[in-house]
């Protein structure tokens, strides 16, 4: 197939493209390069790109694709929560008009990165796709609309499918240190200390990049019924964890150091357990890397890199990084790009 990958120089897509590759799809990516640069280790080879702002994406640039996977969004809850009106306009409008104009270029597959957070605070009962969503930020507000209005454009010719990731870890050669497990193995390196600053007791689910990715995969080879309008978990029953039980793994991975629980942060309410089992029975789809394995990998990963505090605390988070490349004049207000590099 040939397939565009939005958001392909992110820490998903990185992992993602070789994958789409080796199955031997026709990979174009499009993005805006606002951490093309953030490389831990060898540069990966990306692929043919669209440098393009999703927002400003043509209906003559998606002509010619079997299958759009959608990556791009503003990633996470506190980058939702700097700007929440660029949030809502980046991923939720220019998604929904993504899907649009793929679907008027004649593209028959959406596989669209939505995330397990769309059930906000779910207690101790394992959540299915079933379940009412609870979104509690607007990072999570905005998977949920356009879910909502995906579903709404579905038909005999268009095919969207809402892949809830849980929260992702294990290394990319485009890192991010602002998600839980690749946080605490980077404080257990660089400090030798896995400090939680919840009180620990947070369900977390997790998975590996390399499944999110296999994940996607799958959901281009499946047939167009069994990915129809639906919504599938992507993680493993075995990586639902707490917070404290993910430090003590990080702690066991990492020679020398130990857990930490301030709890200064107070109670968390984002927690939830979620039910995996739709994807294992209707997509043959498991997810196969453990938390251990992930932190072992991130250790190695990290010494191997030469990872320091630095670039732990500004080049490979997000919220740094986007704030950084603002400061310095690469992009303006509104996030859109003044100028090339940064
Ligand atoms: N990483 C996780 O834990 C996780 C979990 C669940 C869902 N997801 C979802 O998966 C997707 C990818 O996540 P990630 O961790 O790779 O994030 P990331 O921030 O590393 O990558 C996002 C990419 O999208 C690009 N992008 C953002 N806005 C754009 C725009 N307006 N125009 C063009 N490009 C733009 C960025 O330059 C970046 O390369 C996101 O939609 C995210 O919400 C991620």
């Known amino acids: 197939m040939r397939v565009l990958v939005t958001g392909h120089q992110g820490y998903l897509g990185t992992v993602m493209v070789p994958v789409l590759r080796a199955r031997g799809h026709e990979v174009v990516g499009l993005d805006t390069g606002w951490f093309a640069d953030c490389v831990l280790g060898p540069a990966p080879q990306d692929p043919p790109r669209l440098a393009v702002d999703l927002r400003d994406v043509t209906i003559g640039q998606l002509t010619g694709f079997d299958a759009v996977v959608h990556l791009a969004a503003l990633s996470n809850d506190p980058l939702g929560a700097l700007v929440p009106e660029i949030t809502h306009e980046i991923n939720h409008h220019a998604s929904v008009r993504l899907a649009r104009l793929a679907k008027e270029a004649g593209t028959r597959r959406f596989l669209y990165a939505s995330t397990c957070s769309v059930y906000g605070a ?19 507000e905005s998977k949920v609309r356009v879910e909502d209005d995906l579903e709404a454009m579905a038909d005999a010719d268009f095919a969207p499918v809402f892949l809830r990731n849980a929260t992702a870890f294990g290394f990319s050669p485009r890192l991010r240190a602002d998600i839980v497990l690749n946080n605490l193995v980077g404080h257990a390196v660089l400090d030798g200390v896995v400090k939680v600053l919840s009180d620990g007791t947070p369900w977390r689910p997790l998975v590996h990049a390399a499944d999110i990715a296999e994940a996607f995969a799958v959901c281009l080879d499946a047939p167009v019924d069994a990915i129809h309008s ?4 992507i993680g493993t029953e075995a990586n639902n964890r707490t917070v404290a039980e993910i430090a003590q793994a990080v702690a066991e991975s990492v020679p020398g150091s130990e857990v930490l629980i301030t ?8 927690s939830y357990r979620v039910d995996f089992g739709a994807a294992r029975r209707e997509l043959g789809f498991e ?18 890199g030469g990872l320091t505090a630095a670039d ?5 988070v997000r919220l740094a990084r986007l704030r950084q490349l603002g400061e310095s004049g690469v992009v303006d207000a509104t996030l859109r790009r003044v100028r090339v590099g940064a």
């Open 230 to 233: 639906r919504a599938y978990n």
């Open 312 to 316: 732990f605390s500004e080049r490979f």
């Open 263 to 270: 709890g200064e942060s107070g109670a968390d309410p984002r």
């Open 122 to 140: 779910a207690g101790e009962e394992l959540v299915d796709e079933n379940a009412p969503l609870r979104p509690l930020t607007p990072y999570a």
């Open 287 to 304: 997810a196969r890397w453990t938390i251990a394995e992930g932190a072992a990998q991130l250790y190695a990963e990290y010494t191997a």
